[in-house]
Nanobody
Framework: QVQLVESGGELVQTGASLRLSCAAS????????MAWFRQAPGKEREFIAG????????SVADSVKGRFTISSDGAKNMVYLHMNILKREDTAVYYC???????????????????WGLGTQVTVSS
């Protein structure tokens, strides 16, 4: 079972940058899809960005493309979400998730992820 722990969320002002971190443990020799999702109050949890653990292929949601990027450090078992030009609508709890890698088209499918962190709060204020 993969364990995930997020960190880095905080209160920032609009236009700021922030980096979220996800520490992963329990990984095996499988390839994994590692992803960030977020959930704002009253809204459904949504895919933000994902990365193929071994290959490094990334996918970013259109809603944040150009502002957010995802990266990983295999040596440290870390996944990062780099967020720039933050907006108030980026306010949410951000979750790290993992699943054994399948088709690239599956990376955005929330229902296929079976390992989740507890989340980290990002609040963007004006």
């Amino acid at each position: 079972q993969v364990q995930l722990v997020e960190s880095g969320g905080e209160l920032v002002q609009t236009g700021a940058s922030l980096r979220l971190s996800c520490a992963a443990s329990g990984l095996t020799n499988h390839d994994y899809h590692m992803a960030w999702f977020r959930q704002a109050p009253g809204k459904e949890r949504e895919f933000i960005a994902g990365i193929s653990w071994r290959v490094g292929t990334t996918s970013v949601a259109d809603s944040v493309k150009g502002r957010f990027t995802i990266s990983s450090d295999g040596a440290k078992n870390m996944v990062y979400l780099h967020m720039n030009i933050l907006k108030r609508e980026d306010t949410a709890v951000y979750y790290c998730a993992a699943k054994v890698a399948g088709l690239l088209s599956e990376m955005r499918n929330i229902h296929l992820y079976d390992s989740w962190g507890l989340g980290t709060q990002v609040t963007v204020s004006s």
